[in-house]
């Protein structure tokens, strides 16, 4: 069975300030994708990012960065320069290759005051 | 232009009725999905359908019923409702083709039983 853990339940920064979200992930599959997805307050599911088990190369989009480390079964996501449209909830997810569902982390509130 | 729609938006109803929420895609998507997020955010799959046939039915009460018409809609059908299926109900769909793998969710239904 797979499993993914955000162990935080909420974070809150001031405006600017750098914001990492961790996420940790359990499968014996070899072949899975990783996926963060944002929730902001009108509640719908925002794609961010997919990520394959075969590629542990870290990505950056503007101000968000991903650092996978398949060591450590790691998937974090940073959040650079936070600003007040980054409050949202965060989630981690996981897929095995050999399956069709998508297994959630908890989730991360993320607040940012201005 | 939606890509995942479903209706309705918000469902208010009493204990004992029997009321039904509507998905439809146009991506294209072999695969659609329900997923169910509780009062506390955590997201987990209920059922799961590929090309109208069902490959995911996890604990779900027999209640909740899921129908297939075709591989673009993916209806939900619950009896009896119970104060405990108040939640957020998001459909979902996604491409087998491993090179694209990706998630689209609908903006979800809140359901709310008084």
């Known amino acids: 069975a797979q499993k993914v853990t955000q162990a935080q339940t909420e974070i809150s920064v001031v405006e600017k300030e750098d914001v990492t979200l961790d996420c940790v992930y359990e499968t014996r599959d070899t072949t899975y994708y990783l996926f963060w997805y944002k929730q902001p307050p009108s509640g719908e599911l925002v794609f961010l990012i997919r990520r394959n088990s075969f590629d542990e190369q870290n990505e950056i989009s503007g101000r968000y960065s991903w650092n996978f480390q398949k060591s450590t079964s790691s998937f974090n996501f940073t959040i650079t320069a936070s600003q007040v449209v980054d409050s949202a909830v965060y989630f981690c997810?996981?897929?095995?290759?050999?399956?069709?569902?998508?297994?959630f982390g908890g989730g991360t509130r993320v607040l940012v005051k201005p | 232009d939606t890509a995942v729609s479903q209706t309705p938006k918000y469902l208010v109803t009493q204990m004992g009725n029997d009321k039904s929420i509507k998905c439809e895609q146009n991506l294209g998507h072999d695969t659609m999905y329900w997923y169910k997020q509780d009062s506390k955010k955590f997201l987990k799959i209920m059922f799961s359908y590929n090309n109208k046939e069902l490959i995911i039915n996890e604990t779900v009460p027999n209640r909740f019923s899921p129908k297939s018409p075709d591989k673009a809609h993916l209806n939900l059908h619950i009896n009896s409702l119970e104060l405990g299926d108040s939640a957020v109900y998001f459909c979902?769909?996604?491409?087998?083709?491993?090179?694209?793998?990706?998630?689209?969710f609908g903006s979800g239904t809140r359901l709310t039983v008084v």
């Open positions: 997810a996981l897929r095995i290759a050999a399956g069709n569902k998508l297994t």
């Open positions: 979902a769909s996604s491409t087998t083709n491993r090179q694209t793998y990706g998630y689209t």
